[in-house]
């Protein structure tokens, strides 16, 4: 059975960093397209970032481009998202989730949409206070 438990979320002031994790297991974690969504109260969820199987391309919201950086360790079974220079508008709940064997070439056309990934973890709560 799939599992995606993410962590490292907390409240922080603005400006401030965060460094999100996502632990893998029950699947071939190094096959799959990963990658970041956030959910804020009342609004859809959106992608933050993505990356490849092999994390060397990656995929970013214009929101977050230079202040995000999504990577992966395959050795370990672990997505990050390194989160700087953080604002209000960054607080949300944030999701790890992966493409299954359906999604990955969704994942080519449309690679942040949430559409596109099978598995999703619990979430992690992000709060940035001004």
């Not at 390194?82 to 493409?99: H, V």
């Amino acid at each position: 059975q799939v599992q995606l438990v993410e962590s490292g979320g907390g409240s922080v002031q603005a400006g401030g960093s965060l460094r999100l994790s996502c632990a893998a297991s029950g699947y071939t974690y190094s096959m799959y397209s990963m990658g970041w969504f956030r959910q804020a109260p009342g609004k859809e969820r959106e992608g933050v970032a993505s990356l490849s199987t092999g994390g060397g391309t990656t995929y970013y919201a214009d929101s977050v481009k230079g202040r995000f950086t999504i990577s992966r360790d395959n050795a370990k079974n672990t997505l990050y998202l390194q989160m700087n220079s953080l604002k209000p508008e960054d607080t949300a709940m944030y999701y790890c989730a992966a493409t299954d064997h359906t999604g990955d070439y969704c994942w080519r056309i449309s690679p942040l949409n949430p559409t596109c990934f099978g598995y999703w973890g619990q979430g992690t709560q992000v709060t940035v206070s001004s």
